[in-house]
């Protein structure tokens, strides 16, 4: 992978990446496309990461299609599907990661302590190994997003950065590969993730400032739907993600639910109506 990279650098050819860990779907898709758009040859990885898996979590029950993937890869143009093996990636004796003070302290972080360290480890090691140009994350991640936008800034990697946006079932819910965990009669409990984040940004466009009390009204919304049970309901920063008391300005309304066993996550950006 790196001996291709550095004879497609020296080409004068730029590389766009975009990771993932398999059983792709739509997102993933116009990820890619993305990143098509913007570089010359496109590397897809595939590696379902250890690393940022919990005890308990679910690494061994991630869906993996692998021969689907690799069939849609095709049919898009991909240059390149690197899938290393985990001993490849982490091999005997593996001790180095990369851990960020701050921004794992919130949202995700805070249920999933080793998550972000996993993430921004396996990025930093496969951004080395890829050597790309432009890398493409989704929205839909917007603290992943987050946390390697800021590792890049801090360990000068060379690598642009772009987030692209959520893509959803018509029905709303945000694509994810844990979708796939979801029963059909689980369905309409999760979309309790969207119906909140309208709910709440359709308050803050009528004038409603207080974060606490928009919280709660998310938080009853989603606590009616069957099978539901919320890891984080928050309104906050969307720079440092620290939770805010007043929705004055832009903020991050974030939230995770598990519906059954299924955790989901989603986002979106608040902007309050201007007053007159
Ligand atoms: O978003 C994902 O699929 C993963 O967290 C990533 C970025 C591929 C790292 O394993």
């Given at each position: 992978?790196?001996?291709?990279?550095?004879?497609?650098?020296?080409?004068?050819?730029?590389?766009?990446?975009?990771?993932?860990?398999?059983?792709l779907?739509?997102?993933?898709?116009?990820?890619?496309?993305?990143?098509?758009?913007?570089?010359?040859?496109?590397?897809?990885?595939?590696?379902?990461n250890?690393?940022?898996?919990?005890?308990?979590?679910?690494?061994?029950?991630?869906?993996?299609?692998l021969?689907?993937?690799?069939?849609?890869?095709?049919?898009?143009?991909?240059?390149?599907?690197?899938?290393?093996?985990?001993?490849?990636?982490?091999?005997?004796?593996?001790?180095?990661?990369?851990?960020?003070?701050?921004?794992?302290n919130?949202?995700?972080?805070?249920?999933?302590?080793?998550?972000?360290?996993?993430?921004?480890?396996?990025?930093?090691?496969?951004?080395?190994?890829?050597?790309?140009?432009?890398?493409?994350?989704?929205e839909k991640?917007?603290?992943?997003?987050?946390?390697?936008?800021?590792?890049?800034?801090?360990?000068?990697?060379?690598?642009?950065?772009?987030?692209?946006?959520?893509?959803?079932?018509?029905?709303?819910?945000?694509?994810?590969?844990?979708?796939?965990?979801?029963?059909?009669?689980?369905?309409?409990?999760?979309?309790?993730?969207?119906?909140?984040?309208?709910?709440?940004r359709?308050?803050?466009?009528?004038?409603?400032?207080?974060?606490?009390?928009?919280?709660?009204?998310?938080?009853?919304?989603?606590?009616?739907?069957?099978?539901?049970?919320?890891?984080?309901?928050?309104?906050?920063?969307?720079?440092?993600?620290?939770?805010?008391?007043?929705?004055?300005?832009?903020?991050?309304?974030?939230?995770?639910?598990?519906?059954?066993?299924?955790?989901?996550?989603?986002?979106?950006?608040?902007?309050?109506?201007?007053?007159?």
């Amino acid at each position: 992978m790196q001996k291709w990279a550095d004879e497609m650098r020296a080409r004068g050819q730029s590389i766009g990446f975009v990771p993932t860990m398999g059983f792709l779907h739509e997102g993933h898709l116009s990820l890619m496309k993305r990143g098509r758009e913007v570089a010359n040859l496109l590397v897809v990885s595939i590696f379902v990461n250890p690393a940022q898996f919990g005890p308990g979590e679910d690494f061994e029950d991630y869906p993996r299609a692998l021969e689907k993937d690799l069939a849609l890869l095709e049919d898009l143009g991909a240059d390149v599907v690197f899938t290393p093996k985990e001993e490849e990636v982490y091999p005997e004796g593996y001790e180095t990661y990369v851990r960020q003070e701050n921004l794992p302290n919130h949202l995700c972080g805070l249920s999933r302590p080793v998550f972000f360290t996993g993430v921004a480890t396996v990025v930093a090691k496969l951004f080395h190994i890829v050597k790309p140009h432009v890398a493409v994350f989704g929205e839909k991640d917007y603290q992943q997003l987050a946390v390697i936008r800021k590792m890049v800034r801090d360990l000068n990697f060379d690598i642009e950065i772009l987030g692209g946006p959520t893509v959803r079932e018509p029905d709303g819910l945000a694509m994810s590969s844990r979708n796939a965990y979801l029963r059909p009669d689980q369905r309409s409990s999760a979309l309790a993730l969207i119906e909140s984040l309208h709910l709440v940004r359709d308050l803050v466009k009528k004038g409603e400032t207080d974060a606490g009390k928009l919280l709660d009204i998310a938080r009853e919304h989603i606590l009616a739907k069957k099978e539901t049970l919320i890891d984080y309901v928050s309104i906050c920063d969307p720079e440092s993600l620290v939770d805010v008391e007043n929705v004055s300005g832009k903020v991050l309304m974030a939230l995770a639910v598990k519906v059954g066993k299924t955790r989901l996550i989603d986002n979106m950006i608040l902007t309050p109506s201007k007053k007159e």
